[in-house]
């Protein structure tokens, strides 16, 4: 008489082992060597740069994780599935010391990780492009200074002014004039004070890595350095309305020169249209209920006569 | 309390007759479909529904077209008469119609005449005192008192400061051009209390600004949003909201049409 004894069964935890480690190298390298030069948003400033980078640690990072989970559930759903006529329960499971422990450990590794690495590329790239709100904690270096003037270091202040639905864009180291072109210049620190004139909406320089939301009566800051010349998406990314899908418009970052020309051809236009003092002073935060000119007498501009009126609140417009 | 007996034989499942894979999966291909279906529909009939308003289409004429609007303190609609709002005239019988949409020949120059009906609004942004994107980046303004006196007669300005004199009743701006227009209103004491009441407005009895500008439009054929950036939304968040949020009052398409 013969017995049949049944085979043994295979060690499921180094074959899983084996296979994950093939996939997640794998994955690893398509990421570092192939996908990461063409991520989001690219590296055309410092802080896109960062991005980019941080995007592709954390890819790495969480390839393996994803690999294993998949992995798992497919080699338990080809190996231990029920055979045909098997209709019977799995055995319990009444725990694993050293699964318990290998996933807490690893699991501990991975958040304290990133925890660390999050917050030296948060620090290290002053703010990484983000909005770090009116009193930033991570500033960027660069000489401050009321005017500017290519080659010397000099930090550009930019205000991003945001208003039901569209972007302006004031320099005032430039006589506090204001475009609706983002102009900037490459290899110069750049400090935007984002703020709204209504509602909330938020600055997306997409090329640059920078967003920061606008808030009314609110200066928050971001920095960047533009490392390339080249045009830049600016779009709306905080839903504001109607027209918030058509809240873009593009910028275009110009060596030094071109830069300081442009600007200062468009002060120069601008103060002798007249624009200029039809602006508020500058300030941190566009407030437009500084209105000088109001409550003057019944007067005339370039022959059109007009009255005195008033500014509509933002809280309590009403029509006349 | 039940003790664990290894040798015990493993428990059946319960349960009736299973419902077979091909059941199940029809029925999920199903459930599918019915959700796809319902996005699509929703998506169709809510979202790019063809709209009620009418389009007018302006014609070119010797490489020119031109287009006339006006704005109002209100309209003629039966659901909101009170919203300030835009209207355009038709070409074919000059009579005004209550649309925002309009339609121009693809490089061809746009000469613009608007009407402005409606009393000054300071802008929130006073930098779009400025006129933009026109050609010289000028407009041609006259103002009229409700007797029909032309008491400024085309004067072209490349500003008209709207906080400094209040003459800004609206803008029209294309903000995908570059286009910004401040409109002229009529004398803000004139139209203190002579103010057009009645949509569509006309020159008889009532003060009004008529402001002239052209531009090009663009090479390419496509849809153009243009908008008010004055907050004229009486009674509305921020005064953004209401006709400023609704084509066919304050903002609306201009279609670009290539050959």
Same mark, same amino acid.
């Given at each position: 008489?013969?017995?049949?004894?049944?085979?043994?069964?295979?060690?499921?935890?180094?074959?899983?082992?084996?296979?994950?480690?093939?996939?997640?190298?794998?994955?690893?390298?398509?990421?570092?060597?192939?996908?990461?030069?063409?991520?989001?948003?690219?590296?055309?400033?410092?802080?896109?740069?960062?991005?980019?980078?941080?995007?592709?640690?954390? &890819?790495?990072?969480?390839?393996?994780?994803?690999?294993?989970?998949?992995?798992?559930?497919?080699?338990?759903?080809?190996?231990?599935?029920?055979?045909?006529?098997?209709?019977?329960?799995?055995?319990?499971?009444?725990?694993?010391?050293?699964?318990?422990?290998?996933?807490?450990?690893?699991?501990?590794?991975?958040?304290?990780?990133?925890?660390?690495?999050?917050?030296?590329?948060?620090?290290?790239?002053?703010?990484?492009?983000?909005?770090?709100?009116?009193?930033?904690?991570?500033?960027?270096?660069?000489?401050?200074?009321?005017?500017?003037?290519?080659?010397?270091?000099?930090?550009?202040?930019?205000?991003?002014?945001?208003?039901?639905?569209?972007?302006?864009?004031?320099?005032?180291?430039?006589?506090?004039?204001?475009?609706?072109?983002?102009?900037?210049?490459?290899?110069?620190?750049?400090?935007?004070?984002?703020?709204?004139?209504?509602?909330?909406?938020?600055?997306?320089?997409?090329?640059?890595?920078?967003?920061?939301? &606008?808030?009314?009566?609110?200066?928050?800051?971001?920095?960047?350095?533009?490392? &390339?010349?080249?045009?830049?998406?600016?779009?709306?990314?905080?839903?504001?309305?109607?027209?918030?899908?058509?809240?873009?418009?593009?910028?275009?970052?110009?060596?030094?020169?071109?830069?300081?020309?442009?600007?200062?051809?468009?002060? &120069?236009?601008?103060?002798?249209?007249?624009?200029?003092?039809?602006?508020?002073?500058?300030?941190?935060?566009?407030?437009?209920?500084?209105?000088?000119?109001?409550?003057?007498?019944?007067?005339?501009?370039?022959?059109?006569?007009?009255?005195?009126?008033?500014?509509?609140?933002?809280?309590?417009?009403?029509?006349? | 309390?039940?003790?664990?007996?290894? %040798?015990?034989?493993?428990?059946?499942?319960? #349960?009736?007759?299973?419902?077979?894979?091909?059941?199940?999966?029809? +029925?999920?291909?199903?459930?599918? !479909?019915?959700?796809? #279906? !319902?996005?699509?529909?929703?998506? !169709?009939?809510?979202?790019?529904?063809?709209?009620?308003?009418? $389009?007018?289409?302006?014609?070119? +004429?010797?490489?020119?077209?031109?287009?006339?609007?006006?704005?109002?303190?209100?309209?003629?609609?039966?659901?909101?008469?009170?919203?300030?709002?835009?209207?355009?005239?038709?070409?074919?019988?000059?009579?005004?119609?209550? /649309?925002?949409?309009?339609?121009?020949?693809?490089?061809?120059?746009?000469?613009?005449?608007?009407? #402005?009906?409606?009393? %000054?609004?300071?802008?929130?942004?006073?930098?779009?005192?400025?006129?933009?994107? $026109?050609?010289?980046?000028?407009? $041609?303004? =006259?103002?009229?008192?409700?007797?029909?006196?032309?008491?400024?007669?085309?004067?072209? $300005?490349?500003?008209?400061?709207?906080?400094?004199?209040?003459?800004?009743?609206?803008?029209?701006?294309?903000?995908?051009?570059?286009?910004?227009?401040?409109?002229?209103?009529?004398?803000?004491?004139?139209?203190?209390?002579?103010?057009? =009441?009645?949509?569509?407005?006309?020159? =008889?009895?009532?003060?009004?600004?008529?402001?002239?500008?052209?531009?090009?439009?663009?090479?390419?054929?496509?849809?153009?949003?243009?908008? %008010?950036?004055?907050?004229?939304?009486?009674?509305?968040?921020?005064?953004?909201? #209401?006709?400023?949020? /609704?084509?066919?009052?304050?903002?609306?398409?201009?279609?670009?049409?290539?050959?």
């Amino acid at each position: 008489m013969t017995t049949t004894q049944a085979a043994p069964e295979p060690r499921h935890g180094l074959r899983l082992f084996l296979i994950w480690i093939i996939l997640a190298l794998a994955a690893d390298l398509i990421i570092w060597f192939v996908w990461y030069p063409h991520m989001p948003p690219g590296d055309m400033s410092t802080s896109a740069h960062h991005q980019q980078f941080d995007i592709a640690v954390l &890819a790495v990072t969480g390839a393996p994780v994803v690999i294993f989970v998949i992995l798992y559930f497919v080699y338990s759903l080809v190996i231990w599935r029920a055979k045909p006529g098997d209709d019977s329960d799995g055995e319990p499971i009444y725990g694993n010391i050293k699964v318990q422990a290998s996933w807490i450990i690893g699991t501990t590794v991975i958040v304290l990780w990133l925890f660390v690495f999050g917050t030296v590329e948060l620090a290290g790239p002053a703010g990484a492009g983000a909005g770090e709100g009116p009193s930033p904690i991570w500033t960027l270096a660069g000489t401050q200074s009321a005017t500017w003037s290519p080659g010397g270091n000099i930090m550009l202040q930019v205000q991003v002014i945001g208003q039901q639905w569209t972007w302006t864009y004031r320099y005032p180291q430039f006589g506090g004039m204001e475009s609706t072109q983002l102009m900037l210049p490459v290899d110069t620190p750049v400090t935007f004070h984002v703020t709204s004139l209504d509602v909330i909406h938020s600055f997306w320089a997409y090329q640059l890595g920078v967003k920061a939301d &606008a808030n009314p009566q609110v200066d928050n800051v971001a920095y960047t350095t533009a490392k &390339a010349l080249g045009s830049v998406t600016v779009r709306c990314s905080e839903l504001c309305g109607l027209w918030h899908g058509a809240m873009f418009n593009y910028g275009h970052v110009v060596n030094q020169t071109a830069f300081a020309s442009w600007a200062s051809g468009v002060q &120069a236009k601008e103060q002798s249209d007249g624009v200029l003092a039809a602006l508020p002073p500058y300030a941190l935060t566009y407030d437009p209920t500084v209105i000088p000119q109001l409550g003057s007498a019944l007067g005339t501009i370039d022959g059109i006569t007009g009255a005195s009126g008033f500014y509509y609140p933002p809280g309590d417009p009403v029509q006349p | 309390m039940i003790a664990y007996d290894p %040798c015990a034989p493993l428990v059946k499942k319960r #349960g009736g007759d299973p419902v077979s894979v091909a059941a199940r999966a029809a +029925s999920l291909l199903v459930a599918f !479909l019915v959700v796809v #279906g !319902l996005g699509i529909f929703v998506a !169709l009939y809510y979202i790019g529904g063809q709209s009620s308003l009418p $389009t007018i289409h302006y014609a070119a +004429s010797g490489g020119q077209v031109n287009v006339v609007l006006q704005e109002d303190p209100q309209n003629n609609s039966s659901s909101k008469p009170d919203w300030v709002s835009y209207y355009v005239q038709d070409p074919s019988n000059n009579q005004w119609v209550h /649309t925002t949409l309009f339609s121009v020949p693809a490089h061809t120059k746009v000469n613009v005449t608007i009407y #402005g009906y409606d009393g %000054c609004t300071p802008l929130r942004n006073n930098f779009f005192s400025q006129v933009q994107g $026109t050609m010289g980046n000028t407009v $041609t303004v =006259s103002q009229f008192d409700q007797h029909g006196k032309e008491y400024v007669t085309d004067q072209t $300005t490349s500003v008209i400061n709207s906080w400094a004199n209040c003459n800004v009743g609206h803008t029209f701006a294309i903000p995908g051009m570059n286009l910004y227009v401040p409109v002229a209103s009529p004398n803000a004491q004139l139209s203190a209390n002579n103010l057009c =009441s009645s949509s569509p407005c006309t020159p =008889s009895g009532n003060p009004y600004a008529k402001e002239t500008f052209s531009f090009m439009s663009p090479v390419h054929g496509g849809d153009f949003r243009w908008q %008010c950036l004055v907050p004229c939304g009486g009674g509305f968040l921020d005064g953004n909201g #209401g006709p400023m949020a /609704t084509i066919g009052y304050m903002s609306g398409f201009m279609n670009v049409v290539s050959s």
